[in-house]
């Protein structure tokens, strides 16, 4: 059987740069606080929202106005039974023209319907990424959600 795994997808009029640049600012957009750098290829960096969630990422792949991708190197998820059920899971940003408009295709790449936090994180992903992330990238100006 073939996992599935949790995507979004946005279609906004801004430029392939604009949303590439939106992407890399995560502090902009994901509520929590945010130690490290995200801009460029091998960068690190950690997220920590309260007591609840924290993770480190690391800058795995970076195609300036196409691809963000991050590899989830250590998680610390305290609402779930496995914990780590991050780790080694890939965020992947793919932006790309889709006529006159920009398209960006979120990939929580192993986040799926079998495991313990896809309830939560494709609630989750969806709102910072349909809200917040969007109002970033139209308004100037994100939305962050209270998760």
């Not at 780590?84 to 790309?96: C, D, P, Q, Y």
Request: hydrophobic share 35%; glycine share 4%; charged share 20%.
């Amino acid at each position: 059987m073939e996992t599935i795994n949790f995507t979004s997808t946005i279609l906004v009029d801004q430029t392939l740069r604009e949303v590439f640049e939106a992407v890399v600012a995560p502090q902009k957009w994901w509520s929590g606080e945010f130690e490290g750098n995200t801009k460029d290829l091998g960068d690190e960096f950690t997220y920590r929202y309260k007591d609840i969630h924290y993770s480190k990422q690391h800058v795995v792949e970076l195609i300036p106005d196409q691809k963000v991708v991050w590899l989830v190197t250590e998680s610390q998820l305290n609402f779930l039974e496995d914990k780590s059920e991050w780790t080694g899971t890939k965020i992947i940003f793919e932006i790309s023209p889709e006529g006159n408009k920009t398209r960006l295709l979120f990939t929580h790449q192993g986040i799926h319907p079998e495991i313990e936090c896809y309830s939560a994180c494709s609630t989750a992903w969806s709102q910072l990424i349909n809200q917040s992330l969007y109002s970033l990238i139209t308004a100037g100006e994100a939305q962050k959600p209270l998760l």
